[in-house]
């Protein structure tokens, strides 16, 4: 099994900064792709950001040009600078892996979820 640990959520003004982090435990044999996503209140789960073990990237159009993903893959980290905040990016962050372990062929999991809100 891989644990995934988030952290870094709280309240913030628009236009202000946050940074999530997010650690995976186990044992683990490869991640090949972590990311972040989010859900509203009342909305579905959605993608935030995608990063490869290779460095490569992906954003939802509504953060391009505002958030940031990185990763450590040496530590099992992600993480997702976040700026420039709007009240619509608040949410329910989930820190998500794609994993293989020794016990287990590659499968998603999830963290529990850090709370952003954005308001004045």
């Known amino acids: 099994q891989v644990q995934l640990v988030e952290s870094g959520g709280g309240l913030v003004q628009p236009g202000g900064s946050l940074r999530l982090s997010c650690a995976a435990s186990?044992?683990?044999?490869?991640?090949?792709?972590m990311g972040w996503y989010r859900q509203a209140p009342g909305k579905q789960r959605e993608l935030v950001a995608i990063i490869t073990s290779g460095g490569s990237t992906n954003y939802a159009d509504s953060v391009k040009g505002r958030f940031t993903i990185s990763r450590d893959n040496a530590k099992n980290t992600v993480s997702l600078q976040m700026n420039s905040l709007k009240p619509e990016d608040t949410g329910v962050y989930y820190c998500?892996?794609?994993?293989?372990?020794?016990?287990?062929?590659?499968?998603?999991?999830w963290g529990q979820g850090t709370q952003v809100t954005v308001s004045s």
């Open positions: 186990g044992s683990i044999i490869s991640i090949n792709v």
């Open positions: 998500n892996a794609h994993a293989a372990t020794t016990t287990q062929n590659f499968r998603y999991y």
